[in-house]
């Protein structure tokens, strides 16, 4: 009975509401296009005034962002990754004639230092 029941179901056809979905489309759909189409601009105008006058690779910028928003577990993984794979590929920064000029090297890749389960932690287990 319950297959019979089933079959019938499955037979019902739906009309067709083309006013409702013409209607759908002018008040919700494309006032929230036009919305995304400006956050779009104003996203892409932002992106590209780091790049043109802070002189940042918008690249760079834009994994910076990335990386901002991940927890500290994925972003201590990622980099970790990322910077051990950099060893075994011998990628770097190379010294270039600014950094020789104003006597310093190469920019260094950055740690930081954190709370929680950190080396004094990690002593303390021992």
Not at 50 to 64: L, R, S, T
């Amino acid at each position: 009975m319950a297959k019979a029941a089933k079959e019938q179901e499955n037979e019902t056809v739906h009309e067709p509401d083309f006013e409702t979905a013409a209607s759908i489309i002018r008040s919700k759909v494309k006032p929230a296009e036009e919305k995304n189409a400006k956050s779009r601009g104003d996203l892409s105008a932002a992106w590209k005034t780091i790049e043109d006058d802070c002189h940042v690779n918008k690249k760079a910028a834009k994994d910076v962002h990335k990386l901002v928003g991940m927890s500290d577990e994925t972003r201590d993984d990622y980099l970790r990754s990322f910077y051990g794979l950099m060893k075994q590929f011998n990628l770097g920064i190379s010294e270039d004639l600014v950094d020789k000029a104003e006597g310093t090297g190469a920019p260094k890749m950055p740690t930081r230092k954190v709370s929680g389960l950190g080396t004094e932690a990690l002593a303390a287990l021992n």
